[in-house]
């Protein structure tokens, strides 16, 4: 695939992606990845150290489900949204089939009583495959945030 058609695909992705959290449909978020797949987030001072953990982190599509169950399930947290504001992507190498690529994003959130703030703003960086259906889909999402700081109510995916 040519580098403008990737491209043109990874945004799409990213903006499917980004509709669907900030449409509050969080089912469907988990089916953006691949079955065995990463899901982390972390601030860019622990990526750039390689520290493996994260604030959130999960290693396949399961978990992501058990996620958004607990989200609506079992977890209380002040009603807000998000609204993503994502940049185009910057490709990287193509490695035996996966897209690598970085991709900006800033993230507004909007609580119950109107109030918008900045919550989160950083770079998206993926590895990307096609599955059987030839549909891109994240084998790693590694959401890196530029502060050090995470509000306690780092519910929703970023």
Same mark, same amino acid.
């Given at each position: 695939?040519?580098?403008?058609?990737?491209?043109?695909?990874?945004?799409?992705?990213?903006?499917?992606?980004?509709?669907?959290?900030?449409?509050?449909?969080?089912?469907?978020?988990?089916?953006?990845?691949?079955?065995?797949?990463?899901?982390?987030?972390?601030?860019?001072?622990?990526?750039?150290?390689?520290?493996?953990?994260?604030?959130? !982190? +999960?290693?396949?599509?399961?978990?992501?489900?058990? /996620?958004?169950? @607990?989200?609506?399930?079992?977890?209380?947290? *002040? =009603?807000?949204?998000?609204?993503?504001?994502?940049?185009?992507?910057?490709?990287?190498?193509?490695?035996?089939?996966?897209?690598?690529?970085?991709?900006?994003?800033?993230?507004?959130?909007?609580?119950?009583?109107?109030?918008?703030?900045? !919550? +989160?703003?950083?770079?998206?960086?993926?590895?990307? /495959?096609?599955? @059987?259906?030839?549909?891109?889909?994240?084998? *790693? =999402?590694?959401?890196?945030?530029?502060?050090?700081?995470?509000?306690?109510?780092?519910?929703?995916?970023?």
């Amino acid at each position: 695939m040519g580098d403008a058609e990737t491209l043109f695909r990874l945004s799409g992705l990213n903006a499917a992606y980004a509709a669907t959290i900030d449409a509050d449909r969080l089912e469907d978020w988990p089916g953006f990845f691949l079955e065995r797949c990463i899901y982390k987030v972390t601030t860019a001072e622990n990526f750039a150290r390689g520290y493996a953990a994260g604030i959130i !982190f +999960a290693d396949n599509r399961a978990m992501l489900a058990d /996620r958004v169950v @607990a989200l609506r399930g079992a977890n209380i947290y *002040e =009603r807000q949204r998000y609204r993503h504001v994502v940049g185009m992507p910057v490709l990287g190498p193509t490695e035996d089939g996966v897209i690598v690529a970085e991709t900006s994003f800033v993230i507004v959130r909007t609580m119950r009583d109107g109030q918008m703030e900045l !919550f +989160a703003a950083g770079v998206y960086r993926d590895r990307v /495959r096609e599955d @059987a259906d030839g549909v891109l889909r994240f084998a *790693e =999402r590694i959401v890196v945030c530029d502060s050090q700081r995470f509000d306690t109510l780092v519910a929703i995916p970023l």
